[in-house]
């Protein structure tokens, strides 16, 4: 049984930073796909940072230079690192672990607020 725990959100003033976990049981990240995506109220879920299987990180356009992906395969951890947080950035925070070509998981969620 695969499970995604998450933590590390909460609420942050702009020019913040915050570093998220998503702590795996059950799937071995070193050979998964990864990724974190976050909602805002009234939008869609966006990808924000996301790692395959022996490859480079990405991040969309608004979040590349601030936020950073990695992984600790000891722990079988994913992390997700924001600096220079904005209001805009506000959402709830998920990650996806993913088999290649095969299932995805997600985790609960967890809020990140930013103040202006």
């Known amino acids: 049984q695969v499970q995604l725990v998450e933590s590390g959100g909460g609420l942050v003033q702009a020019g913040g930073s915050l570093r998220l976990s998503c702590a795996a049981s059950g799937i071995i990240l070193s050979i998964s796909n990864m990724g974190w995506y976050r909602q805002a109220p009234g939008k869609q879920r966006e990808l924000v940072a996301a790692v395959t299987v022996g490859g480079t990180p990405n991040y969309p356009d608004s979040v590349k230079g601030r936020f950073t992906i990695s992984t600790d395969n000891a722990k079988n951890t994913v992390y997700l690192q924001m600096n220079s947080l904005k209001p805009e950035d506000t959402a709830v925070y998920y990650c996806?672990?993913?088999?290649?070509?095969?299932?995805?998981?997600w985790g609960q969620g967890t809020q990140v607020t930013v103040s202006s």
């Open positions: 996806l672990v993913a088999r290649p070509g095969g299932t995805h998981y």
